[in-house]
């Protein structure tokens, strides 16, 4: 029995929906060749985009890895849709019935916070408003599922509050996240306005979309097909391509250094820890942390220093110990240790 369609037979007059005339509007052939169509250019995007990202550097990897997931979660899902599946004909305001395909509202759960991630990564934003950007993204997510899956004109209620959080995303893009890749600077800034411009243009499209389509019910299913599988094309393929190729770039730091996703604190995604550089430079800070609180520079610090294979790295280390040690005697000490420190 379809979603949202109580037992008529028994029909006592208690249940609010009006009782459906027949017509369930469903998939025709062209909506489901549009599916596997996209299927296609998510699943060789995928293959592309890992066999291009493994041939960078590790720490050019970072965007590659997430990008790469991003098209193959989309390719499952198309698949799942070209196989007529994910779906639930959902008794509609007007006595029809219409399939609805949450499977697209999975893959958009998935894939959405990490389009997000590819673009917020960029620049060296907080903690904080990374979590509350995704956040409201995926509430955006979950309640326009729920406004497709709603029986009644609730449904655009839903669509409401869906939109508000959608207007959260976007202060999110341009406000914090935007401030953050200008800190960056150099071309990063190019690349980051290139993408959230991309991403803004499109995002757009899709409450509109569903207004005509689950919401309204005005277009056919298989327009739907269409008009979100053109959507999902330029955000996830085009999107992922304009990336992957400038995955050399976006693994540098603003000076040439290393990406804000491959330095010493996110080892998961590459970089070179603990060479002899990176183990003085440790090592270094530790002591200085220790001219700071007055106290001696602890052991642990130096054999961290030590650590580091080469000869800079054991006299990083020995430095960064000795001006640990010194700032035992005086302030001034200690805070010459720490400048020392930060030169290390």
């Known amino acids: 029995?379809?979603?949202?369609?109580?037992?008529?037979?028994?029909?006592?007059?208690?249940?609010?929906?009006?009782?459906?005339?027949?017509?369930?509007?469903?998939?025709?052939?062209?909506?489901?060749?549009?599916?596997?169509?996209?299927?296609?250019?998510?699943?060789?995007?995928?293959?592309?985009?890992?066999?291009?990202?493994?041939?960078?550097?590790?720490?050019?990897?970072?965007?590659?890895?997430?990008?790469?997931?991003?098209?193959?979660?989309?390719a499952i899902a198309y698949y799942v849709m070209g196989a007529l599946g994910g779906s639930a004909n959902i008794a509609n305001p007007d006595g029809n019935l219409r399939s609805i395909y949450y499977a697209r509202y999975v893959d958009w759960f998935f894939t959405t916070p990490l389009i997000l991630l590819d673009v917020i990564l960029m620049g060296n934003v907080a903690l904080g408003a990374t979590l509350w950007i995704v956040l409201?993204?995926?509430?955006?997510?979950?309640?326009?599922?729920?406004?497709?899956?709603?029986?009644?004109?609730?449904?655009?209620?839903?669509?409401?509050?869906?939109?508000?959080?959608?207007?959260?995303?976007?202060?999110?893009?341009?406000?914090?996240?935007?401030?953050?890749?200008?800190?960056?600077?150099?071309?990063?800034?190019?690349?980051?306005?290139?993408?959230?411009?991309?991403?803004?243009?499109?995002?757009?499209?899709?409450?509109i979309v569903w207004g005509f389509c689950e919401g309204s019910d005005y277009a056919t299913v298989s327009t739907e097909a269409i008009l979100y599988g053109i959507l999902d094309f330029f955000a996830k393929v085009v999107f992922g391509w304009i990336v992957i190729i400038n995955l050399d770039l976006l693994g540098q730091g603003s000076k040439g250094g290393r990406s804000i996703l491959c330095n010493s604190t996110n080892m998961p995604f590459g970089g070179t820890g603990g060479s002899a550089d990176t183990g003085g430079h440790v090592g270094g800070m530790g002591a200085g942390n220790g001219a700071r609180t007055g106290t001696t520079g602890t052991g642990t610090t130096g054999t961290t220093g030590t650590t580091g294979t080469g000869m800079t790295g054991t006299h990083t280390g020995t430095t960064g110990t000795h001006m640990g040690t010194g700032g035992t005697t005086t302030g001034p000490t200690a805070t010459a240790g720490d400048n020392a420190v930060r030169t290390v």
């Open 136 to 207: 409201a993204d995926v509430a955006m997510i979950c309640t326009g599922l729920f406004g497709a899956l709603s029986i009644n004109n609730y449904r655009w209620g839903y669509y409401v509050i869906s939109c508000l959080f959608f207007l959260i995303v976007l202060w999110g893009l341009v406000g914090p996240v935007a401030k953050g890749a200008r800190a960056v600077g150099g071309r990063h800034v190019g690349i980051f306005w290139t993408l959230t411009g991309l991403l803004i243009f499109l995002w757009i499209g899709y409450p």
């Open 1 to 74: 029995m379809p979603i949202g369609v109580p037992p008529y037979d028994n029909y006592d007059g208690s249940y609010p929906q009006p009782e459906p005339t027949g017509q369930v509007h469903e998939i025709t052939y062209g909506g489901q060749v549009m599916y596997w169509v996209v299927f296609c250019c998510m699943a060789a995007s995928a293959i592309a985009f890992a066999a291009l990202t493994f041939m960078k550097p590790m720490h050019a990897r970072a965007h590659g890895y997430i990008t790469t997931a991003i098209v193959t979660i989309a």
